[in-house]
């Protein structure tokens, strides 16, 4: 039973960056594609990114909203990963989401079976 816990959230403005965390606890960490979501209020939960390991190297992709602005990376070693935002916008609000699941990562929430509660990202104009 993988166990997902994230950090890092908080009030910024817009431009501002933010680091989020994932640390995970039990299960072999490299096994597992690490996804992360967001999801603001009345809204659908979303993809931002996700990050796969083959053991040796990682390999990152993006939602088109996050392409550019967003960075993904792990490291296996300490079971963490992070999500780097730079260029922060208002539409970035939402309580954002780290999942894991077997294999490689996955934009569609559903393939994944290991949640984190969520933390918050709230971003002023």
């Known amino acids: 039973q993988v166990q997902l816990k994230e950090s890092g959230g908080g009030l910024v403005q817009a431009g501002d960056s933010l680091t989020l965390s994932c640390t995970a606890s039990?299960?072999?960490?490299?096994?597992?594609?690490i996804g992360w979501f967001r999801q603001a209020p009345g809204k659908e939960r979303r993809f931002v990114g996700g990050i796969s390991s083959d053991g040796r190297l990682n390999y990152a992709d993006y939602s088109d909203s996050a392409k550019g602005r967003f960075t993904i990376s792990r490291d296996n070693a300490k079971n963490t990963a992070h999500l780097l935002m730079n260029g922060l916008k208002p539409e970035d609000s939402a309580v954002y989401y780290c999942?894991?699941?077997?294999?490689?990562?996955?934009?569609?929430?559903?393939?994944?079976?290991?949640w984190g509660q969520g933390t918050q990202v709230s971003v002023s104009s």
């Open positions: 999942a894991a699941k077997f294999g490689w990562s996955s934009s569609y929430y559903r393939d994944y079976n290991y």
């Open positions: 039990a299960g072999t960490f490299s096994n597992y594609g």
